[in-house]
């Protein structure tokens, strides 16, 4: 059920992708990502190709019970016929004295067909409780591995949104700085501005324009890494949406995360060998049954011949393992003590999911208060830029008050970007540690 559904994803993220090429130059909001993310990532694909093999594998283990039938052909030419010793006082000879014989032809055809059937069989038995906490532990791991996709995918997302508007604050600061730079090269045209003042400027917009290469290929990169997450042609052109903005959720409810599930299920599957070691104490018991024909034959004349004759028997076997030298109990013991290193392993993923679950809320609550008064600075900051650009113009303020004022706001706007960025990974993140679901399909 869980493999066709994400078949049927496939295959709708695949039309979607096939109507056109204008789909792939639009924005792509996070959802198309995560979408396109589960339908073609490759080792995601691994992962979820994991859960069918652990099916078959189940399969396999109940398929020990069913009835086995084989055929047997067997065809044997004596070069020289096998030796007896017969008894010379079955012809009333003396005892002890014996006369070797050759018995039988030289050429000997068997074919028969077997049908065997385990009737009681404890390893059997283990084995398909085993493959059944193998299925169990294949999903887990597979919801594991889409967890972790889906979290890259959320980060990458988020960078690339930071990343794109960090460029277009560096454009917008960029043309603020040639609009004051006309202003600047006027007044000094007419001797009211240094020339040095003038040369700020230009450096100001160098190093903008440094600034903005530099994000932009680390933006590049970002996207490459998304394309190469979501599994498609890494010369597709994509863009992100907007950033948003930040609304502080509310506490999210508590699962049990999928490590401590894994944790649990691992435990469970060491509980299970266990019990088949135990198991392997019992006897087995199974039928059995062989029909077919022996054929002896004779190629010297007079006598040339060939005759067949039937040959049949059924029998059930009963095995009692008695000693194996204390190598099965040196294997429980063994088992044991893993099982109890299991469970402190489950209690210690519990713990840690507690701290990390403390830290995240922590950390997103401290990430909204960041972009709350990152929101304030930008105001001042803006404020405070525009009466300081006024006052330059005006003759009250120097070329250095505007271009700390121009910082100043830069700042303000990197650190509210940086909060923002901040706050949606700890979201993610407390969203991750508190078992929900990180991705819903039908949203």
Not at 11 to 25: D, E
Not at 134 to 156: A, N, V
Not at 210 to 227: D, F, G, H, P, W
Not at 412 to 436: M, P, W
Request: glycine share 6%.
């Amino acid at each position: 059920m869980l493999v066709n559904t994400h078949k049927q994803a496939k295959i709708l993220i695949m039309l979607i992708a096939w109507s056109g090429q204008s789909v792939w130059s639009q924005s792509w909001s996070l959802k198309q990502c995560l979408d396109t993310a589960i339908a073609h990532n490759k080792p995601l694909e691994i992962s979820r190709n994991g859960i069918e093999i652990s099916e078959q594998k189940n399969k396999e283990a109940k398929a020990g019970f069913i009835p086995k039938i084989q055929g047997n052909a067997d065809y044997k030419y004596y070069i020289d016929l096998p030796y007896q010793l017969m008894p010379l006082s079955v012809f009333g000879g003396p005892d002890g004295q014996f006369k070797e014989v050759q018995f039988g032809v030289q050429h000997n055809l068997n074919f028969n067909g077997q049908i065997a059937m385990p009737i009681f069989n404890p390893q059997l038995i283990g084995g398909i409780e085993g493959s059944r906490v193998g299925i169990d532990l294949s999903k887990l791991q597979y919801q594991k591995s889409e967890e972790q996709l889906l979290f890259d995918m959320h980060q990458l997302y988020y960078n690339a949104q930071a990343l794109e508007y960090q460029v277009g604050y560096i454009d917008s600061s960029i043309a603020n700085m040639k609009k004051l730079l006309t202003i600047v090269s006027s007044l000094q045209a007419q001797q009211m501005a240094k020339r040095s003042d003038v040369g700020k400027i230009e450096l100001q917009i160098s190093q903008l324009n440094t600034q903005k290469e530099i994000v932009s290929n680390r933006y590049e990169q970002v996207i490459s890494a998304m394309l190469f997450t979501m599994g498609i042609e890494m010369s597709r052109e994509i863009k992100v949406e907007k950033l948003g903005s930040v609304f502080e959720s509310g506490d999210y409810s508590r699962h049990e995360t999928t490590e401590i599930q894994i944790a649990k299920i691992l435990e469970k599957r060491l509980q299970t060998e266990l019990k088949a070691l135990k198991l392997s104490y019992l006897p087995s018991l199974s039928m059995y049954a062989t029909y077919g024909a022996m054929g002896l034959g004779y190629d010297k004349a007079p006598n040339e011949f060939i005759n067949f004759y039937p040959m049949g028997f059924a029998g059930v076997q009963f095995s009692y393992p008695l000693f194996d030298g204390t190598i099965t109990l040196r294997k429980i013991k063994q088992k044991k003590t893993e099982i109890k290193n299991s469970k402190l392993q489950t209690e210690l993923s519990i713990e840690q999911n507690e701290m990390l679950t403390g830290n995240a809320i922590r950390q997103r609550k401290q990430a909204y208060q960041t972009v709350e008064n990152a929101k304030k600075q930008i105001q001042l900051a803006t404020t405070l830029y525009d009466q300081v650009l006024l006052q330059h113009r005006q003759g009250l303020a120097s070329l250095n008050d505007v271009l700390m004022s121009d910082n100043s706001l830069r700042e303000a706007e990197q650190t509210y970007v940086n909060a923002v960025i901040e706050y949606l990974k700890s979201d993610i993140e407390l969203k991750r540690l508190t078992g929900n679901k990180l991705y819903n399909q039908n949203k």
